[in-house]
């Protein structure tokens, strides 16, 4: 009789640890923050704006000889630019960062409301491809539309699938014109003589500064649409994840 030696028992396997499912958060104050936010970025350039129209005026009555070169300079460099730009930054950098938060929390939020749905980036990529240069022309639309998709579970998000992808057109429409348009528009200075006089007449000056206003004037037509489109997206999402993941805050 052969002895069987006893069957070494089976190793089981250890269970392997599952993430933490995310936890959804309120987005509503988030969202309406980040549209005030948006719209007030858009209406703070008017400033610029309204400086370079003022410079043409200056510049061009420098040039015309009601303004002799000394008032000029001095009402020139009263008119400094870095007044705007600190006007501007904090809100600008605001807006940003409230941006970026609104994107993680909302894509958070959506992922958790259609669970079934292939979101085609993470939470944390939706971030960084917000903000990498030239490739986020790119990844804005699939985020936003995926975020929409998302944040509908129990109706189709076609209407706001089409404001994001207008929204992206011209933004992109914008850019390009933007980058192809600029070297229609030269920019001169204005050239003095030795013996204080202006070369030229100035009057290539005052046509360069006319092309500079008008082109910035044509970006804030084009671009201002799609802030108002971005802050409807966003409001339009916050109040979707709220009336299904937090009732009790609807407003």
Same mark, same amino acid.
């Not at 409230?98 to 079934?116: D, I, K, Q, Y």
């Not at 975020?147 to 998302?150: D, F, R, T, V």
């Given at each position: 009789m052969t002895a069987v030696p006893p069957a070494e028992p089976v190793p089981t396997a250890e269970p392997v640890p599952?993430?933490? %499912?995310?936890?959804?958060?309120?987005?509503?104050?988030?969202?309406?923050?980040?549209?005030?936010?948006?719209?007030?970025?858009?209406?703070?350039?008017? *400033?610029?704006?309204?400086?370079?129209?003022?410079?043409?005026?200056?510049?061009?009555? $420098?040039?015309?000889?009601?303004?002799?070169?000394?008032?000029?300079?001095?009402?020139?460099s009263a008119s400094s630019s870095l007044t705007f730009v600190l006007l501007m930054l904090p809100i600008i950098v605001a807006a940003g960062i409230?941006?970026?938060?609104?994107? $993680?929390?909302?894509?958070?939020?959506? !992922?958790?409301?259609?669970?079934?749905y292939r979101f085609r980036y993470s939470p944390g990529f939706s971030v960084a491809g917000m903000v990498v240069p030239f490739a986020n022309y790119w990844w804005s639309r699939p985020i936003l539309e995926d975020?929409?998709?998302?944040s509908s579970p129990d109706h189709p998000a076609d209407d706001t699938v089409r404001?994001?992808?207008?929204?992206?057109?011209?933004?992109?429409?914008?850019?390009?014109?933007?980058?192809?348009?600029?070297?229609?528009? %030269?920019? $001169?200075? *204005?050239?003095?003589t030795p013996d204080g006089r202006l070369v030229?007449?100035?009057?290539?000056?005052?046509? !360069?500064?006319?092309?500079?206003?008008?082109?910035?004037?044509?970006?804030?037509?084009?671009?201002? %649409?799609?802030?108002?489109l971005l802050a409807v997206i966003v409001r339009r999402v916050s109040r979707q994840q709220t009336e299904i993941l937090f009732p009790a805050q609807q407003a």
């Open positions: 599952t993430a933490a %499912p995310a936890r959804p958060r309120p987005i509503n104050g988030l969202g309406t923050a980040a549209a005030a936010l948006l719209a007030a970025t858009g209406l703070l350039y008017v *400033l610029p704006l309204f400086q370079d129209w003022s410079t043409y005026g200056l510049i061009s009555d $420098h040039v015309s000889g009601w303004i002799g070169e000394d008032a000029f300079w001095q009402q020139y409230t941006w970026l938060v609104w994107v $993680h929390r909302a894509r958070t939020n959506a !992922g958790v409301m259609s669970p079934e975020i929409c998709i998302g404001l994001v992808r207008v929204w992206w057109g011209i933004v992109t429409g914008g850019t390009l014109l933007a980058l192809f348009g600029r070297p229609l528009f %030269p920019v $001169h200075v *204005l050239t003095y030229g007449g100035g009057a290539e000056a005052v046509q !360069g500064v006319l092309g500079t206003a008008l082109y910035n004037t044509m970006l804030a037509l084009v671009f201002a %649409p799609t802030v108002v």
